[in-house]
């Protein structure tokens, strides 16, 4: 199974995508960050949970967690 997300607002705090179809089990999870003028430099995949979504955070140079703007790729079974 293959989902896909465009611009998808990260909170500070972190985001679970909006996953619509039935996982087993989640395999990969691509990210890309936007240049929405924040200060995000990097997105993470903070766990891979096949019932709520996976977990994605922004980061600033320094580590700190920021809000961000993502495209994703989910793929599963």
Same mark, same amino acid.
């Given at each position: $199974?293959?989902? &896909?997300?465009?611009?998808?607002? !990260? %909170?500070?705090?972190?985001? &679970?995508?909006? $996953?619509?179809?039935?996982? &087993?089990?989640?395999?990969?999870? *691509?990210?890309?960050?936007?240049?929405? *003028? *924040?200060?995000?430099?990097?997105?993470?995949? $903070?766990?891979?949970?096949?019932?709520? *979504?996976?977990? !994605?955070?922004?980061?600033? %140079?320094?580590?700190?967690?920021?809000?961000? !703007? $993502?495209?994703?790729?989910?793929?599963?079974?």
């Amino acid at each position: $199974i293959l989902e &896909r997300f465009n611009d998808i607002a !990260v %909170s500070s705090a972190g985001t &679970r995508l909006p $996953i619509t179809e039935t996982y &087993r089990n989640l395999v990969n999870v *691509g990210l890309t960050l936007q240049d929405d *003028g *924040g200060t995000a430099i990097t997105a993470k995949v $903070i766990d891979k949970d096949a019932t709520l *979504g996976p977990l !994605v955070k922004c980061f600033t %140079s320094a580590g700190t967690a920021t809000t961000g !703007v $993502i495209d994703a790729t989910v793929q599963g079974y």
